[in-house]
């Protein structure tokens, strides 16, 4: 009996023992949900990382590695310190001459290029369109009458703001009213120079700008280079007949390279 009783509480010994370490580790090692944010620290300075990971319009808080410290690095820092997803959470309204006009005077001070500055006399559009809300891609451009196939619907960069350095499209994104600003940054997208090779961001700054990706499959404008009759250097052209009431939808990956913005230090 004795023995019994001896093994009996070695036993129940063990286990209070085994139970007690299982307590202290767990609270040494907090699960998940109670563990402390993340830091991002940049030159010294710490805040905690959101805990939004997610991405909107393709700008991750992943790499918004500046929030608190007033500093836009990226287009993504600009994005989400401009509180651009706030924005966006409701339909943007179409913009006006007006603000076209402001943006393209303010382009004009900051680009010290001369030869790419916009002229506003210029023609941009050569076809009747309407803007208005294209559904869940935003606004959208729309035929007011019917465009025949091969027809000019608008200049290639008459009306487009070009960058070839970072700083400069920082300086006149914060130089715009935020909601255009943050328009602006959706609208923008980066090419490659075909001759020096050098990447630039460019956006267009008239009702262009809005045009929608059709996808190699659906877009109905655009330049095909193999014909004769059309020039591609300066137009972009109706590629198929489309008629009134119709979207407009360009193809994105005839000109838009994800790559510049890392090569520009802006991503």
Known sequence: MFIS????ILTLAAVLLAAATEEADAEASPTPSSQPEEQVCVEGECVE???????????AKGQWTTAGLNQNKTIHDLWWNLGCGELFEKA??????????????????????EALRIDPSDKGIFVDV??????????GVF???DIPKGEVWRSSYDYTAVFYYGEQYRKFILGLDTGFACDVLQWAYTEYDSETKDPFVAVDLDEATMCNDGNKEGHNV?????????????????????????EILCYYGEFSELQGWKDLNLE
């Open 5 to 8: 009783r001896y093994f009996f």
């Open 130 to 139: 309407e803007i208005k809300q294209a559904g869940e891609k935003g606004r």
């Open 222 to 246: 655009g330049c095909n280079e193999e014909d004769e009759a059309m020039d591609c250097d300066l137009y972009d052209y109706a590629i198929r007949d489309i008629k009134a009431g119709e």
């Open 92 to 113: 943007r309204p179409v913009p006006t001459r007006e603000q076209f006009d402001t943006s393209i005077a303010l382009y004009n001070e900051i680009q010290t290029d």
């Open 143 to 145: 035929a007011v009458e």
């Open 49 to 59: 990382e959101p805990e939004d990971n997610g991405s909107e319009d393709g700008f």
